[in-house]
């Protein structure tokens, strides 16, 4: 593209995420062309409660595209979304919100989701659905609002999620796609349509829900005000898109079976994309949607970058902020396995394979001997190690694991390279640094406006860096540990379970960091 009357072959993909909206344009070689990010808060009012002002989120999806717009030459052939899942909104009948948006870490609605697994229609919901009866779920939020906030539910016209907000926004069209539906617990994922035995549960109808329509449905353009605010032509085509999850194996090139993507944030999960639709009989993994021949399987875990910004301010505060080469250094200095020390790392509670959100982290195997360098190490395996059990649900779910490949801001870490392929017993292939999921909603949006001809063009547009391969002996210490992690969860439930019932006779816990 050279000038403003070039044919335009460069897309944006749009991510939403939970702390910060990025952008980037990209042209159909995988090239990233420009990019900009905007940051809004995460609130806590009350212990469990994890939500965000939906207009906020608003706000940064305008300006990090309209600054993104202002840095290319010519013109964009269309936007295209990736989104944050598991978020849910209540709006009026002007679409004006009537809630926060909830977020995927909210966990008010523990008790309502665990009624719901301990029933055998519990683990056929999930099957059914491809979305664990967990608290991070709108199902559960559905059903938290109707017995807590009835009035407020009543007053709701539709519930949806905050892509469907922005996109409502946008474009003046109340859509959701197949990808973050399958996150919802409402969705037969066998019919990709609703489910009525969910809506059931949930207490709504279909007409409170938005349309479901395919990840490559492109809307026909932009509100005037919406082009305005971006500086695009009211006539760009703006594509749905989809998960962050799905979208983040596009971003790494991990488009075939076999091939897993591992991405570690603040957050971190394994996902290996699969043809059809299909949960594990013990329910361990999740499956959401990329398009109707590509789906993804796997798990998250709400514990990943997080731990290590935990034990910098609980175990060596007096590094300061942002002291994470530091940490890591210290956590170098301690042997593999930790001097048999395991850490449990479920500060924020935890997701799969276990999908519970009654864990709390544990320490086990203290001695006189450990110190601040055994801590921080036993915090950072705990991590790797919980993402092994997940990979291993996801081969229990009859998936054939022949490829990692992995991403994230923990990849920055030459120590935490080494440790995951270690922990996982396998090579770990680490790509250039593409922006995950905003390429993999590039590359999405590319396919739906007939730029590219699939997006299994990923696997040649992203180039890997780096295979890290495990080292022998520190890979038979963390086989032989590994199962004694696995252990722990089981064996700790009553305690977990005793805590939080004198939770309320206790003072207060400490507000999260």
């Not at 008010?108 to 989701?113: K, L, V």
């Not at 301690?334 to 799969?352: C, K, T």
Request: charged share 20%; proline share 8%.
């Amino acid at each position: 593209m050279t000038g403003p009357d070039a044919h335009p072959r460069v897309v944006i993909g749009v991510d939403i995420g939970t702390t910060s909206t990025k952008s980037v344009a990209y042209d159909t070689e995988g090239r990233q062309l420009a990019a900009h990010s905007a940051g809004y808060p995460l609130d806590e009012p009350h212990p469990g409660y994890a939500e965000q002002d939906p207009r906020l989120i608003l706000d940064a999806v305008l300006e990090t595209v309209r600054a993104v717009v202002a840095e290319l030459p010519g013109r964009v052939a269309g936007l295209s979304f990736s989104t944050a899942m598991h978020s849910l909104i209540g709006l009026d009948a002007d679409g004006k919100p009537l809630t926060a948006s909830v977020t995927w870490a909210d966990s008010r609605a523990s008790r309502q989701a665990e009624r719901m697994r301990a029933v055998p229609s519990g683990l056929a919901l999930h099957r059914r659905t491809g979305t664990p009866v967990h608290p991070m779920a709108p199902l559960p939020k559905l059903v938290w609002f109707a017995e807590q906030e009835p009035r407020l539910f009543e007053r709701v016209a539709h519930w949806v999620g905050i892509k469907d907000y922005v996109l409502l926004r946008l474009c003046e069209a109340l859509v959701t796609d197949h990808s973050v539906a399958s996150g919802t617990g409402l969705l037969n994922i066998h019919r990709l349509a609703w489910d009525a035995e969910a809506l059931g549960r949930a207490g709504i109808t279909e007409e409170r829900l938005p349309q479901l329509v395919p990840t490559t449905t492109v809307l026909p353009g932009l509100t005037p005000a919406a082009a305005e605010a971006t500086g695009l032509p009211a006539d760009t085509p703006v594509v749905v898109g989809a998960g962050d999850g799905p979208l983040a194996n596009l971003g790494l090139g991990a488009v075939h079976p076999g091939e897993v993507a591992c991405s570690i944030g603040t957050s971190g999960a394994m996902r290996v994309m699969v043809e059809r639709p299909a949960v594990d009989p013990l329910g361990g993994v999740f499956c959401y949607a990329l398009t109707e021949d590509r789906w993804v399987v796997g798990g998250a875990i709400n514990n990943g970058g997080i731990v290590l910004q935990w034990a910098g301010e609980a175990l060596a505060p007096e590094l300061g902020e942002h002291a994470e080469e530091e940490l890591l250094d210290l956590a170098a200095r301690a042997p593999v396995g930790s001097g048999g020390l395991i850490m449990l790392p479920y500060l924020l509670s935890e997701r799969a394979p276990h999908w519970s959100a009654l864990p709390r982290g544990a320490y086990v195997g203290l001695t006189h001997g450990h110190g601040r360098e055994h801590l921080v190490r036993a915090a950072l395996e705990g991590v790797c190690q919980q993402l092994a059990l997940v990979l291993s649900s996801v081969r229990a779910a009859g998936n054939e694991v022949r490829e990692v490949r992995a991403g994230g801001g923990f990849a920055r870490s030459h120590l935490w390279r080494q440790m995951l392929a270690d922990v996982l017993g396998m090579p770990v292939r680490f790509p250039v640094g593409h922006e995950g999921s905003s390429f993999g909603a590039a590359l999405l949006g590319m396919q739906a406006l007939g730029l590219i001809p699939s997006v299994d063009v990923a696997a040649d547009l992203v180039r890997i860096d780096e295979t890290v391969r495990p080292d022998p002996a520190a890979a038979a210490t963390y086989a032989a540990l590994l199962p004694l992690f696995s252990e722990l969860y089981d064996a700790l439930v009553p305690t977990f379970t005793s805590l939080r019932r004198l939770a309320p006779s206790l003072p207060p816990e400490p507000p999260p960091v």
